[in-house]
């Protein structure tokens, strides 16, 4: 059994396929695997694309969009996925 964060209700993750670690648009709902928890304690930009549910939408808008935090964060991770 692998640990898992702290439960503070359903999260996302709104950033780009990760191969090996997160999934665009996955949901959590008993706190976040713990290889995706320790790469966003240790990237601030992933971090930033882990948002509660309800805040879903709002991801979606601003990165079809492109503006504002997550989409910033979003594009940081898409550039270094890239090198």
Known sequence: MTK???TVGSLVYCGPN????AMTWTVYTNGL???LQAAAEADK??????VPLDQMP???KQIRLKYG???TCY?????????
Do not use: F, H, N, S
């Open 4 to 6: 898992k964060t702290k």
């Open 18 to 21: 990760i191969k090996g670690l």
């Open 33 to 35: 695997p713990e290889k």
């Open 45 to 50: 930009a992933l971090a930033g694309l882990i």
């Open 58 to 60: 709002e991801a979606m």
């Open 69 to 71: 935090k997550i989409y």
């Open 75 to 83: 594009k940081r991770v898409l550039d270094a996925q890239k090198g």
